[in-house]
């Protein structure tokens, strides 16, 4: 199975700051269509996962535009531009290329 | 508006089985691949089956294999995972989700324990 992973897994913000979470696929990610599956997906407590970016950096409808996603192969970033503070919880990577597509651990983001 | 809402979770002793409901609304559920993923909070969140709008292309975990079937009821905008001969690392909220590959809509997940 591809491993991926994400660091930080703990991650304190003081409001208005940035914020930069990593993730590494074991594999390339890119798909036999040319696509990159790697989602993006928040969970705040208490609620389901959320998608926010797919294939690496579109953005959902309703994704605030201070999210944003970037990467190629195997190396992934989500950056938030200024964390407020409906942005706590915890955020996690997804490869859609390789069956079972796998999860990063998740990267909690709490305010500082 | 999309919906899914998940049914069908409960307690259940090691060995038993049990089956999951996912009702959906607000999109083509027939052109839509589903999927059933869960999480633990030791492992997770795992993929754990998914299956094609018309059912024709299936796929499992390695985990539930031979014990778990997804199917769908296209009539009845539902997707549905029996699980039988489950274990206790079986144990998770289970969620589903509209395609393996996209998982743009979740639904609010419930909840199997298995236990004696």
Partial sequence: DVVVTQSPLSLPVTLGQPASISCRSSQSLVYSDGNIHLNWLQQRPGQSPRRLIYKVSNRDSGVPDRFSGSGSGTD?????????????????????????????????LDIK | QVQLVESGGGLVEPGGSLRLS????????????????????????????????????????????????????????????????????????????????????WGQGTLVTVSS
């Fill in chain 1, 76 to 108: 992934f970033t989500l950056k938030i531009s200024r964390v407020e503070a409906e942005d706590v919880g915890v955020y996690y990577c997804m490869q859609g290329t390789h069956w079972p597509f796998t999860f990063g651990p998740g990267t909690k």
């Fill in chain 2, 22 to 105: 996912c009702a959906a609304s607000g999109f083509t559920f027939s052109d839509s691949y589903m999927s059933w993923i869960r999480q633990t909070p030791g492992k997770g969140l795992e993929s754990v089956s998914y299956i094609s709008g018309s059912g024709s292309s299936i796929n499992y975990a390695d985990s539930v294999k031979g014990r778990f079937t997804i199917s769908r009821d296209n009539a009845k905008n539902s997707l549905y995972l029996q699980m039988n001969s489950l274990r206790a690392e079986d144990t998770a909220v289970y969620f589903c989700s509209r395609g393996p590959r996209v998982v743009d809509y």
